[in-house]
C-alpha cells in the first residue's frame, strides 16, 4: 500500500525569536530595542504574522496526510522523501535556501509576510494553501521548471544552488586563482585562456538569481548582455574586483555560461571557499591546486506556479 503524501512545512525562526532567545524575555528584548530607537512591537507583529501564516498552512492539510517541520538551520540534516510537497513559509530566499537539498519534489511558496517580499518564489498566500496542496500533487498543475548551478571540486565535493554560487576566500578577503572556461566539444584553439587572478570573488548566478545579488553587480558593470530567464539553461559570471598585477590579470571579468560550458576556477591559495544562496555555513573547501568546476545543474526546482 502507497504511502500518503506528506507535507514538508519549511520555515525560519523569526527576528522575535532571535530578539528573546538572546535577551531572555520580551521585556528585556524590547528594552534593548528601544535604548537604540526601535520598537520591539514591529519585530513582534511580524513573528505574529509569520505564526499566523504556518498556522493558516497547518490547517489546510488533508487529516489523512502526513506532515513534518523543518527550520532553516536543519535542512541540511533532513531527508526530504520523494513523495514529499514542499511548502515553504517565509521569504522568496527561504525557498532557495531548501531548493540545494530537494530532487524533484514540488515546491509551494507561501509569503508569510506580503508587502516585504518580492513574491518571486514564495507567490502564494497562507489562504491559498486549501488549493494548492492537492494541486501540487496534479501532472496538470503548472509547475515552472528553475534552472539552477552547480559547483563540483575534483575531490567529488559537490553543491547546488538556485540564485548563486560564490567563488573566494572565507571572509571575501583577496582570493588567488587560475580561471579558465571550458566548452564540451571545442578545439583546443577554441578554448579560451586561463588567467591567473586576484580579486575579491567570483560570482555564477542563474535567471532566478538574476533578481537578487548577481542582478546588483551586473548594474553596476552597465554589462550589456542580458541576464538569463530563470527557466533558461544560461548563467552568467562576473569576478568581483579583478586587480592588476604583473602576475594578475583582469582579461576575463564577465560572461556567460550555455549549459555545454563550464566555469573553472584552480585554488592559488591556502583555502578558497564556495557557498550557493548565502549559506556561508554550508561550503566546500578548496586548497593550493585544487580545481571546481561550474555550471548549469541537471537538477531543477519545480516551482508551483
Not at 542580458?226 to 568581483?240: F, G, I, N, S, Y
Request: charged letters at 20%; hydrophobic letters at 40%; one cysteine or more.
Amino acid at each position: 500500500m502507497s504511502l500518503a503524501p506528506r507535507i514538508v512545512l519549511v520555515h525560519r525562526t523569526t527576528e522575535y525569536d532571535e530578539l528573546v532567545a538572546h535577551h531572555g524575555t520580551h521585556g528585556q528584548a524590547a528594552f534593548f530595542l528601544s535604548s537604540r530607537g526601535r520598537d520591539i512591537e514591529e519585530v513582534a507583529e511580524r513573528h505574529h504574522r509569520t505564526r499566523r501564516a504556518l498556522s493558516d498552512v497547518t490547517a489546510a492539510i488533508p487529516l489523512t496526510w502526513r506532515q513534518s517541520r523543518v527550520e532553516r538551520a536543519d535542512l541540511d540534516r533532513f531527508l526530504f522523501a520523494p513523495e514529499d510537497v514542499v511548502v515553504v513559509v517565509g521569504q522568496d530566499g527561504l525557498v532557495a535556501n531548501a531548493a540545494k537539498y530537494l530532487s524533484g519534489q514540488p515546491v509551494v511558496g507561501i509569503d508569510a509576510d506580503p508587502g516585504r517580499n518580492a513574491g518571486v518564489l514564495v507567490r502564494h498566500r497562507p489562504t491559498d494553501a486549501g488549493k494548492l496542496l492537492p494541486a501540487a500533487l496534479s501532472a496538470t498543475t503548472s509547475v515552472d521548471e528553475l534552472t539552477m548551478v552547480e559547483a563540483v571540486a575534483d575531490d567529488t565535493q559537490r553543491l547546488l544552488a538556485l540564485n548563486e554560487i560564490y567563488l573566494g576566500a572565507a571572509g571575501h578577503q583577496t582570493a588567488r586563482y587560475r580561471l579558465g572556461i571550458e566548452n564540451s566539444g571545442a578545439s583546443t584553439a577554441d578554448e579560451d585562456v586561463i588567467e591567473a587572478q586576484a580579486s575579491s570573488g567570483v560570482l555564477v548566478g542563474t535567471g532566478t538569481g538574476a533578481t537578487g545579488w548577481i542582478r546588483s553587480v551586473w548594474q553596476e558593470r552597465g554589462n550589456p548582455l542580458p541576464l538569463p530567464r530563470p527557466t533558461e539553461d544560461r548563467l552568467v559570471w562576473c569576478v568581483r574586483e579583478a586587480w592588476p598585477s604583473p602576475a594578475t590579470g583582469t582579461s576575463q571579468v564577465a560572461g556567460q555560461l550555455s549549459s555545454t560550458s563550464h566555469l573553472t576556477l584552480t585554488a592559488e591559495s591556502e583555502r578558497l571557499i564556495a557557498f550557493g544562496d548565502g549559506m556561508e555555513g554550508d561550503a566546500l573547501e578548496l586548497t593550493w591546486g585544487q580545481t571546481v568546476r561550474v555550471g548549469v545543474c541537471g537538477r531543477r526546482l519545480r516551482l508551483v506556479g
